[in-house]
């Protein structure tokens, strides 16, 4: 059985050589703009490395984004002011298939949610966004407690709050 390290932000020592998440537009993305996107500031990619193969295993990349109100749920709209809400959009989450269904996925949606509200307190943002791939994922981030766009089912979103009474929770649980 692999064992991960912590996710951590990508350098240039991580091999992401080999990567395969059955998703060619996810593999592209780590291989050739995730280091890219780093150096100019537009993403923050976060990796997981088996450690006994020495490789990246998954990745989840953050970046800021705004959401439309009509595409926000109630619950995200209430309050705010007519703008475009910020958030910070979940760009890509990917497990290499290697290691599929050990639960990496859910771990790195994790990290994702522990790093938001910190980025919260920093800029100010009121949820975390996501543009699911297909349905299957969109279930998978629903079972996490995120909550589907009205105009969108793929777009999921879960309230910077939620996310820390979540782990506030999980916390107190331990």
């Known amino acids: 059985m692999p064992r991960f390290g912590e996710p951590e932000p990508l350098g240039?020592?991580?091999v992401v050589e080999g990567f395969d998440c059955?998703?060619?537009s996810l593999n592209v993305w780590?291989?050739?703009?995730?280091?890219?996107?780093?150096?100019?500031?537009s993403a923050r990619t976060y990796v997981t490395v088996d450690v006994q193969q020495g490789r990246v295993v998954g990745y989840h990349a953050l970046t800021a984004a705004a959401l439309e109100r009509e595409a926000a749920?109630?619950?995200l709209v209430k309050g705010m002011p007519q703008h475009p809400i910020p958030v910070v959009l979940l760009a890509r989450l990917a497990v290499d298939l290697s290691v599929a269904g050990r639960g990496l996925g859910s771990?790195?949606?994790l990290d994702a949610m522990r790093r938001t509200p910190a980025a919260a307190e920093?800029?100010?943002v009121r949820a975390m966004l996501v543009h699911a791939i297909d349905q299957d994922t969109a279930a998978f981030y629903l079972r996490h407690g995120l909550e589907a766009s009205p105009t969108d089912p793929r777009h999921l979103m879960?309230?910077?709050k939620d996310i820390a009474a979540s782990l506030n929770a999980a916390s107190q649980d331990r």
Do not use: M
Not at 31 to 37: E, G, K, S, V
């Open 22 to 24: 059955g998703r060619l």
């Open 122 to 124: 920093t800029i100010g």
């Open 73 to 75: 749920t109630a619950r």
């Open 158 to 160: 879960i309230l910077i």
């Open 107 to 109: 771990w790195l949606l």
């Open 12 to 14: 240039p020592d991580h």
């Open 30 to 41: 780590l291989l050739r703009y995730a280091r890219q996107a780093a150096a100019v500031g």
